[in-house]
């Protein structure tokens, strides 16, 4: 029992909770503020201890937040942002230093990002309105990704702005489906037309109001109630009741017949999600992002804007129609819980922040969500070169390349317990043996490997110095060695069939995947070598991964012994190759020669060379030829040993 306590300890993840910090300008009744709260409410603790920070006073939601158990600071309790609060954001900021911050609204979206920018903390900015005063053009930049609720947005910031679309991912409102729901016992016998929006310019409520004209002479029974507040003062209407802001808005939908908005510029509306979740069907304006959560004639009608008769025929329709009117609103709440749910909403966010706040760093998440398990290859102190140096490649999404490796490591993605297939695979990222490419070739090959029920353990290498090992095995030799030891002896624990286990690698990860299949052929059910360094042959080779794992002058019993290509037998275990013809970097000879090599021992094999596709194209996912390589490598491993669920105990 000590030896397993001592072991779990050991492989215990050591990466805290994110300090995150969401910058948000009020608590006043709105939509932004709710998805805020929605958030913080249901972020996963183990990965973020959150904070709400507040610009400015504006408490309707406050109770909301303190009953959620959000911790808020409040900088200021003016009815402005001013100096005094700006001054305290900066100065908190520089005190705190938080791991990551998240703006919302545009004050807290043009000050955050200047404060971010200065103070080097990492950034996440919503986009939730179509054209903010916020000063997109010049301070998306300190954004290293932004949020939008809407495609209409991303189109928005990338033609009128010039933000790179890789920049902004799109994560669609979400409604607590069990929070909104209809009660039909509180539908009023009469009809009644409601709109939830806040009194302002962009939601153009006088349009509304006068297709309520329209609606009242022909349904003369028909009332309209409008709940929100704001600086725009609406004229009293017969039948038209204006009921001011509420925390609750779930009384008021209950007992609407239809759900109306008449917006002139408007972006993603929770009101509307929130209206459908409610069974509801909704009349609103064809603007901004409405279109994406409205199916027209399917869960509501879209009409334009600014046009009283129109808005007003559409209600008109829909009072009259009870079957359809029922159908549209049916259909309206699946269409929430099916793409506008809470845990694919904060799931889609909490990605983004992860993938921001993994830069730098060597951990990542599965798809779980989860900081992945990463164990010690050795027992013992450190042997590499130095403490690890991380360089981030990547612009918006992790792409790193660790230069310098201390203590090697596997990183473990396993795939859920149903889907298990038994099969392990040891993941050799590439790099030239002058780093380890952890993410392109490692952590996301891992994912997409983990999907197809395929353990994936990502090995993280010591880099060579043949002038520390001289002619005994390099250090990256002996890794991959190890790592499929290791996996032997977990086989059980990480439900692995240990008469399954292969080793893919990529570029010089080939290199060792081969090595691993040479040295012991018997401990390995298959390799998989995606444009692999296979020799040390001069005329063949990739020299910078020769001289970094051979040195400058290396014997030729040396060469020989790690070009792989010559020592290829009858005991070699199957492989599957994928290579470029334009490989300008190593040379598709590598992979040719291996594959001629393995025909000649009669060694089951697959090579797929492209015609075009350069060096270092990972899963391929960006070219439509080769993005057909996983698909067919899972082809062949099934061709090769039919894969079944394999039931084996464990923890």
């Not at 603790?45 to 303190?66: H, K």
């Not at 490591?409 to 695979?425: D, M, N, Y």
Request: charged share 20%.
């Amino acid at each position: 029992m000590a030896r397993s306590l001592n072991r779990r300890k050991t492989e215990a993840n050591c990466v805290p909770p994110i300090r995150l910090v969401v910058l948000l300008e009020d608590l006043e009744f709105g939509g932004t503020q709710r998805y805020a709260l929605q958030l913080l409410t249901h972020l996963n603790p183990d990965l973020f201890a959150a904070e709400l920070w507040l610009l400015r006073g504006g408490t309707d939601l406050a109770a909301d937040a303190i009953a959620a158990g959000i911790t808020v600071v409040s900088l200021s309790n003016a009815s402005r942002v001013g100096p005094v609060a700006l001054a305290r954001l900066g100065w908190r900021l520089f005190k705190s230093r938080p791991g990551l911050l998240y703006t919302l609204t545009a004050v807290p979206n043009i000050w955050g990002r200047l404060f971010a920018g200065v103070l080097a903390i990492p950034l996440v900015s919503g986009y939730r309105s179509l054209l903010p005063r916020q000063h997109e053009r010049w301070l998306y930049r300190f954004s290293t990704r932004i949020i939008a609720n809407a495609a209409t947005l991303k189109e928005i910031m990338t033609a009128r702005f010039g933000v790179e679309p890789d920049r902004i991912a799109i994560v669609p409102n979400a409604v607590d489906t069990d929070y909104f729901s209809p009660d039909e016992t509180r539908r009023l016998p009469e009809p009644l037309i409601v709109c939830v929006a806040r009194l302002v310019v962009e939601k153009d409520l006088p349009t509304l109001l006068a297709a309520f004209e329209f609606v009242r002479a022909e349904v003369p029974e028909a009332r309209l109630e409008i709940v929100g507040s704001g600086p725009v003062a609406l004229a009293p209407a017969a039948n038209a009741h204006l009921a001011g802001s509420a925390r609750d808005v779930r009384p008021y939908l209950r007992r609407a017949w239809v759900f109306a908005l008449s917006s002139v510029s408007d972006a993603s509306p929770n009101a509307i999600a929130e209206a459908m979740a409610c069974a509801l069907p909704v009349v609103a304006s064809r603007v901004g992002g409405i279109p994406e959560l409205i199916i027209d004639n399917g869960t509501g009608l879209l009409v334009p804007p600014r046009d009283p008769a129109v808005l007003a025929a559409a209600l008109i329709t829909l009072l009259r129609d009870d079957a359809r009117r029922k159908a549209m609103g049916t259909a309206g709440r699946e269409r929430v819980r099916a793409s506008f749910s809470i845990a694919a909403t904060v799931r889609k966010t909490e990605e983004v922040l992860l993938e921001v706040a993994q830069r730098g760093t060597d951990w990542t998440t599965g798809d779980d969500g989860r900081v992945a398990l990463r164990v010690p290859l050795w027992s013992g102190p450190a042997t590499g070169a130095g403490r690890g140096k991380i360089v981030e490649r990547g612009k918006f999404r992790p792409d790193r390349s660790i230069r310098t490796v201390s203590t090697p490591t596997l990183t473990v993605f396993l795939p859920a317990s149903e889907h298990a297939t038994g099969t392990g695979i040891v993941v050799c990222p590439g790099g030239g043996y002058a780093g380890v490419t952890i993410d392109k070739e490692g952590h996301q090959v891992a994912r997409w490997l983990a999907s197809a029920g395929i353990a994936a353990m990502v090995l993280t290498y010591r880099l060579p110095r043949p002038e520390v090992t001289g002619d005994d095995p390099p250090w990256p030799i002996r890794d991959v060695a190890r790592a499929l030891e290791l996996v032997r002896e977990r086989a059980a624990d990480w439900r692995i069939d240990s008469s399954r286990i292969g080793a893919m690698g990529f570029s010089a990860g080939g290199h060792m995947a081969a090595a691993a299949a040479s040295l012991d052929p018997a401990a390995l059910w298959f390799t998989a070598l995606i444009y692999p360094v296979i020799s040390m042959e001069p005329d063949l080779t990739h020299p910078g991964s020769r001289l970094r794992l051979l040195g400058r002058h290396p014997s030729e019993a040396l060469v020989a012994r790690y070009s792989f290509e010559r020592r290829v037998t009858a005991r070699t275990p199957p492989a599957f190759l994928v290579h470029a013809s334009d490989d300008t970097v190593v040379k598709a000879a590598n992979s040719i020669r291996y594959a001629k090599a393995l025909a000649e021992a009669g060694v089951p094999h697959e090579l797929l060379l492209y015609d075009r596709g350069g060096h270092g194209f990972g899963l391929g996912a960006s070219d439509g030829e080769l993005s057909a390589w996983p698909a067919r490598f899972l082809a062949w491993l099934r061709a090769l040993q039919p894969i079944k669920p394999v039931p084996i105990t464990g923890r």
